[in-house]
């Protein structure tokens, strides 16, 4: 039996950025101008095979095909990478609830830097806004508005509690997926194969989060707004029909940067890095903070924290 | 060699039967493809813009396509409900009926699997879960379970009912050592397939709605109703257009089986009340939604179904329940049609939206199927009742004695020797 838990994507393992930015503008390059070669492509598409199951080369000819349909489609050069994980990394996310003003500049970041739909509108960051009062006794979701809209925030008496994927270590997603198009990558990133997934929202149902999202329609994107520079099991453009969500913006702190709503937050109320190193500020935070998980008593193990008081 | 050839007959004799009817036969086969026809337009105007043409969405991801799928998946499985007596127990007036019983248990399968097509974002991805050229995700994945046993029990009832025709056609007593084994796999296989199938919603810890031990037996015991009242009713517009002899024995037995059956529907529905209501915790909201919507708003969503299902299912139990109205045909229709109905909420919509209402993060969404949903759902049924007339004519024909193998010196017998 093939290990699904703790499957790797095999693709250019560490490889450097510059390589693979090489590799894409020639694949962009090569390909551009070849007549009839979309419609060749999109029946090599259909027959592609699961991700895992593809070699190295095979993935250097998906992402090739992938650069050259988007292109075409946005009328700009996009880059696809397949960054593999980087060794002895595992992401943690660290949220301090007693900072988080309810501004959703985190909500409109992530959109713009992982090219969700704008109409449809796919956000993957929610953020529930409660009365104080009543959170003092627990918090309790039903009571929580993810559509409040005031002129100024914070608005008076409440407080702010942003949901995304909790990156679940145990996570009940890729459990029930019945073809194996989402598992955890070794660097704690749950991903999708949005070649593989066949949209029955399975994923959906199991997710505690409601950190899920589903193409209803054909996603669009304003050609200006795309952002090119995409990963496979990322921020790429999605087709209809299939699932996505929130992954730590793979195609960035796999280079070592932070996700782009930890950059935006203009209250340093959100925190990133790497579990397994003992001198990050992530472990730091998880010693000296308190701290608690969402839906602790359902067992996912979450690598996302808040931190609160 | 002689098998296959006298087959072949077998095969060309019932392409002419399903070809050649009454007039109304035609009005009738006119009427499904004009269903038909009305889903798959509607399937293509989905295929185009997406599941956004439904009114499904993230806050509630599964709806009505799904309620259906777990309605008919009972409906196939009931079968084993007239099969245990006709075979283990070899009840005559039920063994009349069993074949028509495991033809309609085909024809639910048939509408099962068309329901879970339409309901993925893309179905021309179903291969990926086949195993060999596609990734199922077993053991892990409940929906690759639920697969495996759905087309396995497909397949073991499409082998018992061909196998019992054509021995019929051709004139030989069915070898019941063969078949009978196969057949009492088939009881097994068919309550595995409603258990995986709730097993799908139970196996889903961040439901509480669902995450409960009573849901599979609940699946079942709703099941021995919705699945025999639909047959009750199927068997007396059989025996008119049909010319198929069945007993009203066969049929009142039935309806004594569903008073067992409804009885302990509704104990189940119960003990579910029970816990959530009298203990409430904080998932309770859930049940709320499903008796009395939430938030003291005005529209209830589910809950008057929710309502209307139990009294349905109450009066249903009562006519079961008492030989004296049992034994009244039209009665028993009556009730039947109310088991059938309360079943159907109970199970699709009554399922589906309290699980996931309010969503994971406690939003409201208001769901009700969209005009297109429901149509495409329409042309499924067509589809399924289209499969299960033309199978029932071909049995009938050969139950008659007017489809036979007319070579050789194959000698006639009376009625389809599923009967003895």
Not at chain 1, 39 to 45: H, I, K, T, Y
Not at chain 1, 157 to 170: A, E, K, N, S
Request: include cysteine; charge should be positive.
């Amino acid at each position: 039996m093939k290990d699904r838990e703790r499957g790797e994507t095999r693709p250019v393992r560490g490889a450097s950025r510059r390589e693979f930015l090489k590799t894409a503008a020639v694949g962009v390059g090569a390909l551009a101008g070849v007549p009839g070669a979309a419609r060749a492509f999109d029946l090599e598409a259909f027959f592609q095979k699961h991700l895992r199951e593809l070699s190295n080369q095979d993935i250097e000819g998906v992402l090739r095909r992938l650069e050259d349909k988007y292109s075409r489609q946005y009328g700009k050069p996009v880059r696809v990478a397949a960054t593999g994980p980087l060794d002895g990394v595992v992401y943690g996310y660290g949220l301090d609830i007693g900072r988080c003003i309810g501004c959703r500049r985190c909500v409109y970041a992530c959109v713009e830097e992982n090219n969700q739909s704008r109409d449809p509108e796919i956000h993957w960051i929610r953020v529930l806004e409660f009365e104080r009062e009543q959170a003092i006794r627990s918090i309790d979701l039903e009571k929580g508005n993810p559509y409040y809209d005031h002129e100024k925030v914070p608005a008076e008496g409440m407080f702010y509690l942003p949901v995304q994927c909790q990156q679940c270590d145990d996570s009940p997603c890729t459990n029930v997926c019945p073809t194996g198009a989402t598992w955890m990558d070794p660097d704690g990133i749950v991903v999708i194969d949005y070649d593989w997934c066949i949209g029955c929202r399975y994923c959906m149902a199991s997710c505690p989060y409601g950190a899920r999202h589903f193409n209803w329609s054909e996603p669009r994107i304003p050609t200006d707004e795309l952002n090119p520079d995409t990963h496979l099991l990322g921020n790429r453009p999605r087709p209809k029909g299939v699932v996505e969500k929130c992954t730590f913006c793979i195609q960035r702190v796999r280079q070592g940067r932070y996700p782009a709503c930890v950059e935006a937050c203009p209250v340093g109320a959100r925190k990133f890095g790497n579990l397994l190193d003992p001198s990050s500020e992530i472990r730091y935070l998880l010693a000296k903070k308190r701290t608690f998980v969402l839906k602790a008593e359902l067992a996912t193990r979450p690598k996302f924290f808040y931190f609160y008081g | 060699m002689e098998t296959l050839s006298i087959f072949g007959h077998f095969v060309m004799g019932s392409a002419r039967v399903v070809t050649h009817g009454t007039r109304g036969f035609y009005l009738w086969i006119a009427f499904l493809a004009a269903l038909i026809a009305t889903g798959a337009l509607a399937y293509s105007n989905q295929l185009t813009h997406g599941l956004i043409t439904t009114n499904m969405r993230d806050q509630l991801s599964w709806g009505f396509y799904i309620g259906n799928f777990a309605f008919l998946v009972g409906v196939a499985a009931a079968a084993v409900v007239v099969v245990m007596p006709a075979y283990v127990y070899e009840w005559k007036p039920l063994k009349d009926v069993v074949l028509l019983a495991e033809l309609m248990a085909l024809a639910a399968m048939v509408m099962c699997i068309l329901f879970v097509v339409v309901d993925v974002g893309r179905p021309e991805r179903l291969w990926h879960l086949l195993p060999g050229i596609g990734n199922p995700n077993f053991p892990y994945s409940l929906l690759v379970w639920d697969i495996l046993v759905l087309n396995g029990y497909f397949v073991i009832n499409l082998f018992i009912v061909t196998y019992l025709l054509f021995k019929t056609y051709a004139g030989q007593e069915y070898n019941s050592s063969f078949i009978m084994p196969v057949i009492f796999l088939s009881i097994p296989l068919a309550i595995s397939i409603h258990t995986v199938t709730a097993f799908l919603f139970m196996g889903l810890k961040a439901r509480p709605f669902w995450h409960t031990a009573i849901l599979a037996p609940r699946f079942l015991a709703s099941a021995f109703c919705s699945g025999p009242a639909l047959l009750l009713l199927t068997f007396q517009v059989l025996r008119r257009v049909g010319r198929i002899a069945i007993s009203n024995e066969a049929l009142y037995k039935l309806g004594e089986l569903l008073a067992y059956a409804m009885a302990v529907n509704l104990f189940f529905l119960g003990m579910e009340v029970f816990t959530e209501f009298y203990a409430p915790t904080a998932h309770v909201i859930h049940a709320d939604f499903q008796w009395f919507g939430v938030h003291g708003q005005r529209e209830t969503g589910i809950a008057t179904y929710t309502w209307l299902a139990f009294a349905a299912n109450v009066g249903a139990l009562l006519v079961f329940m008492i030989p004296l109205l049992r034994r009244r045909l039209p009665l028993l229709s009556a009730a039947c049609v109310l088991a059938a109905a309360g079943v159907f909420i109970e199970k699709g919509m009554g399922l589906l939206l309290p699980g996931m209402t309010p969503d994971m993060l406690g939003e409201v969404y208001r769901y009700h199927p969209s005009l297109n949903e429901v149509l495409v759902g329409v042309g499924v049924w067509g589809v399924g009742a289209l499969a299960f007339t033309l199978m029932a004519k071909v049995a009938m024909a050969i139950d008659r004695g007017e489809l036979r193998y007319q070579h050789s010196e194959a000698r006639p017998i009376g009625p389809g020797s599923w009967r003895r």
